[in-house]
């Protein structure tokens, strides 16, 4: 089974903080995705990379930005956190193609103080 | 652009009943994939069911089957008989081969199975 892990399931941080927020998946997939999940709002895409070094930006990418060096690893960076950033965030990947195989994160609840 | 109606915010079902949440989509690609996903509290993203765009027969996965209307741009997921685990927070979701395959996603449905 494809896994993805990020690295914690809950952060408190202050206000200004650089935060990192990290996911790693096994199964060599080209396609890695960040997602914030809100009341309400469902989830909102970040940012996405479909390679090494490759990034695009999401629908909500103000205030984020990431970082792909390694194909199995893609990072979530806010790089001076504000309360409006508390947040549920959820890493995805998946294979090239259309159709299924997208696996999720167990996502980190992110709460800036 | 692509969007993504879900226009329940919350269900109720009574247990062994047959529940069917909506979702509408918006989209000009004719190439594309449709998803529902299924959050417990827990948080984990929990894959249901998928249909594609030029898939003819709706898709079906155990106790779920998805009630795909392309004319009307409709992708609405029914549970069968339902059970008392399948209370969640569901997600109508939606991919294009344009779009270096994000999912975009709804804005989800609360059911909650009842006694």
């Known amino acids: 089974d494809v896994k993805v892990t990020q690295s914690s399931r809950y952060l408190v941080k202050r206000t200004g903080e650089k935060v990192f927020l990290e996911c790693v998946q096994d199964?060599?997939?080209?396609?890695m995705f960040w997602y914030r999940q809100d009341p309400g709002l469902g989830l909102r895409l970040i940012y996405f990379s479909y390679d090494v070094k490759m990034k695009e930006k999401g629908d909500i990418p103000e205030g984020y930005s990431v970082s792909r060096e390694k194909k199995e690893r893609f990072s979530l960076i806010l790089e001076s956190a504000s309360t409006n950033q508390t947040s549920m965030y959820l890493c995805?990947?998946?294979?090239?193609?259309?159709?299924?195989?997208?696996?999720f994160g167990s996502g980190t609840r992110l709460t800036v103080v | 652009a692509q969007k993504i109606t879900q226009t329940q915010p919350g269900m109720f079902v009574q247990e062994k009943e047959a529940v069917t949440l909506d979702c509408t989509y918006d989209t000009s690609d004719q190439s594309y994939g449709l998803f529902w996903y299924k959050q417990p509290s827990s948080g984990e993203m929990i894959f249901l069911i998928y249909q594609g765009s030029y898939d003819e027969q709706n898709a079906t996965e155990g106790r779920y089957s998805l009630n795909f209307q392309k004319a009307r741009k409709s992708a609405n997921l029914v549970i069968s008989a339902s059970q008392l685990g399948d209370s969640a927070m569901y997600f109508c979701a939606m991919s294009f081969t344009g779009g270096g395959n994000k999912l975009t996603f709804g804005t989800g449905t609360q059911l909650k199975v009842e006694l």
């Open positions: 995805a990947s998946k294979s090239p193609g259309l159709g299924r195989g997208y696996t």
């Open positions: 199964m060599d997939h080209e396609n």
